[in-house]
């Protein structure tokens, strides 16, 4: 009916220009505090690979949106599903929601409702909703602060490679990443801008670049690889990749005002990986002796 | 991979059985309020037919949601989009978009972000978040309360009608409802129990006689039908068909204490179609001398 499609990034722009969007949640402000909205569509053909159990699926929709009340530093009040299928049945929905449920649990939060449709491709849309006293936004970094990030990176990037070996088991357990809420919550009152790294840490620090209009100074040998990651890679090419421009680690990429460091290791695990630098100095990596610009690409959904 | 697919009620009753489901919206206490949370996912085999203009489906997906709000007596917060589409076109997007954007104008409330994904089929989740102090149920009608519906029954039944009849404009008209909001935030004092019409009067007395463990004693001639069904509609059967099985209509079903009436009169429009009798008389229709069992069945989606 209409011509000339458009590519991911120019949708989002083009939404960009007339949506109040540009942070992981919608931020409404209510009494005297903040509730957030979250929605995530996933689908069998990008999101669900062959030998992900129903489980696993369950669980990562709801995760995927925690994630993002995490990247604000809030705390979860509930989570709605939507979920299309071509046929219903029994055995697929019951582990389908035992994922979600266990989930929820394991985040302190509830599965309230949602809505069924008959669908040609299985597809769930995860909402969340949740709560912040102090939202933390993705503008908010400022020169000399400290990049850092929790857990370890790589780790969908290797359960891929690892379902298309065959090895199920490890590869569901690998999927199955637990939101960083708690980190989330006891860095709202700490860090200056924050994100999760859905589309790869490459990705995620240009659009904590572009939203506080700083540069970036990574030191790669910072970085925190998944163990895994380094036991599949083959060469160093290759754990960037899984690592820096793969995505899907649900890991909070943020930044930390220098003086804060030693109260924010008492209250959780993360690696400082580089620091704030002005805007004109760009996102650069230093690797051995050299200094590169990071390439501004990731995973496109 | 699973065997023995199962149908759309099997399914909702396996699920209830799991999740506090089985209102409008889910209800979160907060801070002396009421947050309602409601989804809705609808697409393009089912929801969106030849002829629907972007426009009218950008805003009947927002109009869908916000009607759960309304049927629970709330005040819309906001309202966020997950979009999926085999490619997405400009046009397409800016038309949907003026839709959805139009709708929440008018219902006083904000598009706030969303989420959008490649996908086989154009599908599009809607997630309204609402307040209100006070909650209407489907569980609060009592016996001897009056039966009311706000508007008329079977607009989008005459207007799929007349998309078949490719008379475009009056179609698409026809199905840009505008959420009974107004009335469901001013009943919210008056009503004893509420719901909104989105499978058919005829499901949606069912639900609420199931929650509230009620019967209802319907007067057919007092239902009112849209002009647009009484002159498409052949005969009276098909007239029945249109306005009380088809569905669709997101008019307000709700349940009022006789001594409300005169100042429920004043606050909105709307018509008393019957009364609450004990659960064991069942849900019957009065029809000239007879009084039938009115059939317990209504759009699938």
């Given amino acids: 009916m209409y011509s000339k499609p458009m590519r991911e990034r120019d949708v989002i722009q083009f939404l960009s220009a007339r949506l109040p969007i540009g942070d992981d949640c919608a931020v409404i402000p209510l009494k005297k505090t903040h509730l957030l909205l ?52 029994q055995k697929f929905l019951e582990e389908f929601l035992d994922g979600a449920l266990a989930c929820c649990t394991a985040c302190q939060t509830k599965l309230l409702g949602g809505d069924t449709d008959r669908h040609s491709e299985l597809t769930v849309v995860t909402t969340a909703l949740g709560e912040a006293q102090k939202p933390v936004w993705r503008s908010g970094a400022c020169v000399e602060e400290l990049v850092c990030v929790t857990g370890d990176l790589g780790r969908t990037a290797a359960a891929l490679r690892l379902l298309k070996e065959r090895d199920f088991d490890r590869a569901n357990e690998l999927l199955r990443f637990l939101p960083r809420l708690r980190e989330g919550q006891v860095l709202a009152h700490l860090a200056s801008s924050m994100i999760d790294i859905s589309d790869g840490l490459a990705r995620s620090l240009y659009l904590l670049s572009g939203a506080s209009r700083v540069g970036f100074r990574i030191d790669a040998t910072a970085i925190p690889f998944a163990l895994e990651v380094e036991e599949l890679a083959r060469d160093q090419d290759e ?7 793969f995505g899907e ?21 993360f690696t400082v990986i580089g620091r704030v630098v002005p805007e004109h100095e760009g996102i650069t990596v230093q690797l051995g002796p050299e ?6 690409r990731g995973y496109e959904h």
Same sequence: chains 1, 2.
């Fill in 249 to 269: 680690d649900f890991e909070l990429l943020f930044t930390l005002p220098q003086e804060k460091l030693f109260e924010a290791r008492r209250a959780c695990e």
């Fill in 291 to 296: 200094r590169i610009p990071l390439p501004d």
């Fill in 38 to 89: 979250t929605t995530d569509m996933l689908h069998r053909q990008t999101d669900f690979p062959e030998g992900m159990t129903p489980y696993t699926m369950g669980w990562r929709a709801v995760a995927v949106s925690l994630s993002d009340i995490a990247a604000m530093g809030g705390k979860p009040l509930g989570v709605v599903i939507a979920l299309g299928a071509p046929q219903f049945e």
């Fill in 239 to 245: 754990l960037f990749e899984m690592g820096l421009f």
